[in-house]
């Protein structure tokens, strides 16, 4: 019985998937049409061109969960170019489970559409930035640009190293740019975003000083379903069956353990922790939303008295957009 319940729960899960790919399938190939026809959308690559990106398939950049990312070169600059491999965690555990290899493509390749999708509806600058994209088929077996069946583009960032030893109001002026994004993704035109999985090394550089994040593959809008007050995460009310400003709070939670509190030394005794120890308390638990917070480091900036530095002019000139 149990089996057959699973069995039954499998194929309900891959006709869902592939329910869900087709349409965000047809959803790209209309929006690309679109964009070709009407207005590139600042996009620099789409089918026609993708193949001119030199790559090294053996040469894997970074490998994730689902997609494998390499570093490509296109007239001289670098970019980053994500498909889904056969080697991927993803493909090779689920094909390790019998399922069909148009199923377990179908559900990674699914993962990498979304991220596109989001990337093509979201704007802010401490966002990678999507260059292109080519949408040709679900069919993945070939690794060449020029057959490959989905493959996003996006700009290379650099891995991020030596934060804490940054200048005190480069990396004030940094924590307030991602609290920005925080903000931003509060407040999207898809909903309260969660940034599901989070790690460092979804965050890297774009120098000199601008971090920025990858992967939004597992971002999404749903807050989690409660009964009652004390059934939701991080003290937040349950109104109408959901965990009401669960993703913001998680999101500020998870960005302070990741990153923040190392770029504000929120753990170390150092003279810096006196000025940040108030921001530092804040995101520790949650409090407050990611804009009060980035009030307080606006507050703590201006306080420094720098105005010879760059960085603050950087920051003023965000203020004041
Ligand atoms: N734009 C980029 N520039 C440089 N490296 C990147 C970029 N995007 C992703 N990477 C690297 O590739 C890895 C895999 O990409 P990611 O989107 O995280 O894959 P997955 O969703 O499969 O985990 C990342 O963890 C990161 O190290
Ligand atoms: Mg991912």
Same mark, same amino acid.
């Given at each position: ?170 990396? $004030? ?5 991602? !609290?920005?994004?925080? =903000?931003?993704? *509060?407040?999207?035109? @898809?909903?309260? &975003? +969660? ?101 307080? $480091? ?5 306080? !420094?008295?720098?105005? =010879?530095?760059? *960085?603050?002019?950087? @920051?003023?000139? &965000? +203020?004041?957009?």
């Amino acid at each position: 019985m149990e089996r057959s319940i699973s069995a039954w729960r499998c194929r309900r899960t891959a006709k869902v998937a592939a329910l869900v790919f087709c349409a965000i399938f047809a959803l790209l190939r209309i929006q690309q049409e679109t964009l070709a026809s009407v207005d590139d959308g600042g996009l620099l690559f789409n089918c026609s061109n993708i193949a001119e990106i030199n790559i090294n398939t053996r040469n894997v950049h970074g490998k994730g969960v689902t997609k494998h990312a390499f570093l490509g070169r296109y007239h001289g600059s670098h970019v980053l170019v994500k498909m889904v491999t056969g080697t991927g965690y993803d493909v090779t555990r689920c094909l390790s489970s019998n399922r069909s290899s148009t199923e377990c493509y179908a559900w990674a390749n699914m993962k990498l559409l979304k991220e596109i999708m989001l990337h093509l509806e979201l704007r802010h600058a401490s966002l990678v930035q999507l260059l292109g994209f080519c949408v040709r088929s679900e069919e993945t077996e070939a690794l060449s640009l020029s057959e490959h069946g989905i493959i996003g583009v996006y700009e290379y960032a650099v891995p991020l190293t030596n934060v804490e030893s940054w200048s005190l109001s480069t990396r $004030l002026t940094s924590a307030w740019e991602l !609290l920005d994004l925080l =903000s931003y993704l *509060e407040q999207s035109p @898809l909903g309260s &975003l +969660l940034v599901a999985d989070l790690k460092r090394s979804h965050l890297l550089l774009r120098p000199p000083h601008s971090i920025v994040i990858t992967d939004l593959d597992d971002v999404t809008s749903v807050e989690p379903k409660c009964s009652s007050n004390g059934s939701c995460d991080h003290n937040v009310k349950c109104r109408n069956g959901r965990c009401s400003g669960h993703n913001a709070r998680h999101n500020l939670l998870r960005f302070h353990s990741v990153l923040l509190s190392d770029m504000l030394h929120c753990n170390t005794n150092s003279s810096i922790k006196q000025n940040t120890s108030s921001v530092c308390h804040n995101l520790s638990i949650g409090h407050g939303s990611a804009s009060a917070i980035q009030s307080q $480091l606006s507050t703590l900036l201006r306080g !420094l008295n720098e105005n =010879s530095d760059g *960085e603050f002019r950087r @920051l003023n000139f &965000l +203020l004041a957009e």
